[in-house]
Nanobody
Framework: QVQLMESGGASVQAGGSLRLSCRFS????????MSWYRQGPGKERDFVAG???????TYAESVEGRFSASQNRGKTILELQMNNLKPEDTAMYYC???????????????WGQGTQVTVSS
């Protein structure tokens, strides 16, 4: 049993800031890599930011320098600080977790329900 619960989405003016949070829990062992994806209206779901099992963060070129991802509480919470928001950031934002066992085999990939971010000009 893996659960992902997201929060923080809202409507803001261009130039504003938001912080998204994703709470992770698992009933079994999971060495997790966690990341954020987003999907705008009529578009594909694209990678935004992520942190691997070693704590190394990566970012999409479109958000680098504006967004910052972090993990807290033993990788149970993934956060995304979003600054200088632009209208093109408008999308449903999804939290994703990849779970690995002790032999580094991928056990499964899990998604949250998403949280809506709307940025007006």
């Amino acid at each position: 049993q893996v659960q992902l619960m997201e929060s923080g989405g809202a409507s803001v003016q261009a130039g504003g800031s938001l912080r998204l949070s994703c709470r992770f829990s698992s009933a079994t062992y999971c060495d997790n890599d966690m990341s954020w994806y987003r999907q705008g209206p009529g578009k594909e779901r694209d990678f935004v930011a992520g942190i691997d099992s070693d704590g190394v963060a990566t970012y999409a070129e479109s958000v680098e320098g504006r967004f910052s991802a972090s993990q807290n509480r033993g990788k149970t919470i993934l956060e995304l600080q979003m600054n200088n928001l632009k209208p093109e950031d408008t999308a449903m934002y999804y939290c994703k977790a990849d779970c690995y066992d002790t032999s580094w085999n991928l056990k499964g990939t899990f998604w949250g329900q998403g949280t809506q971010v709307t940025v007006s000009s």
